[in-house]
């Protein structure tokens, strides 16, 4: 492992590649959007959706294991924020109810994984206070 791997080695971590996936899949989805939708739910959506991997990476880079289940538990807050918020593009006709469903699994799977990350750190914090 180089230098620049132990880094930056949020890069390594499952949960950090999908969630910057789901970035460019809301990106490409909200190309669709309607105009008027531009300065208010596509906004929102897009600072939700990149908090998410931006949160992981953050919380990753610091020492403290308290600091890094805090900044996951950001990401998993914004995560649920981009879940509420596909869910009323749905209700609003933006999306289909199929494109509803990917991205549901996709919040679901990357939901799955902070969680693991979560449990991991808050064992290691349990087993070394």
Known sequence: MDERDELFSYRNLQAYQSSKQLVTDIYSLLKHFPKEETYSLCDQLRRAVVSIPSNIAEGMGRVSLKEQ????EIA???LYEVMCQVEIAKDLGYITDLKFVEIE?????????????????????????
Request: hydrophobic share 45%; no cysteine; proline share 3%.
């Open 69 to 72: 289940i805090h900044f996951i």
């Open 76 to 78: 998993f807050g914004s």
């Open 105 to 129: 699994r996709s919040v679901t799977s990357i939901a799955k994984m902070l969680s693991g990350l979560r449990a991991k750190r808050i064992k290691a914090l349990t087993s070394n206070p």
